[in-house]
Nanobody
């Protein structure tokens, strides 16, 4: 059983940056593909980025390409999402997840989420 705890959310102005972290415990972190998703009010949860075991493959949703970077530190059992040039449309609760790829249904474990609010 993997437990995931996100941190690093907050409120920023458009153009600003945030780095989200996701601390994992209870499993072998390095064995899992990891991902970030987000959910805005009234919308479905959507894929943001994923990183494969070993970090050799990454995937991004089109609207965040060139602005967001997913990374992992297997020694620290931590997943990161560096978010630059943030836009109001990035406002959402951000979730990390373990065990899948770009589809939310493919993931086995989820964190509780961290709020990101971007003002114009």
């Amino acid at each position: 059983q993997v437990q995931l705890i996100e941190s690093g959310g907050g409120s920023v102005q458009a153009g600003g940056s945030l780095r989200l972290s996701c601390a994992a415990s209870g499993g072998t972190f390095s064995n899992y593909h990891m991902g970030w998703f987000r959910q805005a009010p009234g919308k479905e949860r959507e894929f943001v980025a994923a990183i494969a075991r070993g970090g050799t493959l990454r995937s991004y949703e089109d609207s965040v390409k060139g602005r967001f970077t997913i990374s992992r530190d297997d020694a620290q059992n931590t997943l990161y999402l560096q978010m630059n040039n943030l836009k109001p449309d990035d406002t959402a609760v951000y979730y990390c997840a373990a065990g899948g790829w770009s589809s939310a249904r493919s993931y086995d474990y989820w964190g509780q989420g961290t709020q990101v609010t971007v003002s114009s």
